[in-house]
């Protein structure tokens, strides 16, 4: 299970590496499906909490999935922007 420091240090090193816009992007769109991966097991894990009836446990997870679901989405967002910004760049060369 990735954190939130380790997700954070891997889109810093992808956005500063030295990869081509495209590779950068099916690097983090990659990194993207394993968050959405972590994303449902954590909610999955909640169901289970919820049957439990412990109710601090059963937030924690939630806050745990909505906070891997925030990750997911940035990390999504930051792919687009950069196949964006190629895509921007060749139409206004051409």
Same mark, same amino acid.
């Given at each position: =299970?990735?954190?939130?420091?380790?997700?954070?240090?891997?889109?810093?090193?992808?956005?500063?590496?030295?990869?081509?816009?495209?590779?950068?992007?099916?690097?983090?769109?990659?990194?993207?499906?394993?968050?959405?991966?972590?994303?449902?097991?954590?909610?999955e894990a909640q169901v289970h909490t919820e049957?439990?009836?412990?109710?601090?446990?059963?937030?924690? =997870?939630?806050? =745990?999935?909505?906070?891997?679901?925030?990750?997911?989405?940035?990390?999504?967002?930051?792919?687009?922007?950069?196949?964006?910004?190629?895509?921007?760049?060749?139409?206004?060369?051409?």
């Amino acid at each position: =299970m990735l954190t939130e420091f380790e997700v954070r240090r891997q889109l810093e090193s992808i956005q500063k590496s030295d990869a081509p816009p495209g590779a950068k992007a099916r690097k983090l769109l990659r990194l993207g499906r394993s968050l959405r991966t972590q994303t449902r097991k954590l909610t999955e894990a909640q169901v289970h909490t919820e049957r439990s009836f412990n109710a601090n446990t059963n937030r924690q =997870m939630e806050r =745990m999935a909505n906070r891997t679901q925030i990750l997911q989405n940035e990390v999504r967002d930051t792919a687009w922007s950069i196949l964006r910004s190629v895509r921007f760049r060749f139409f206004t060369n051409s």
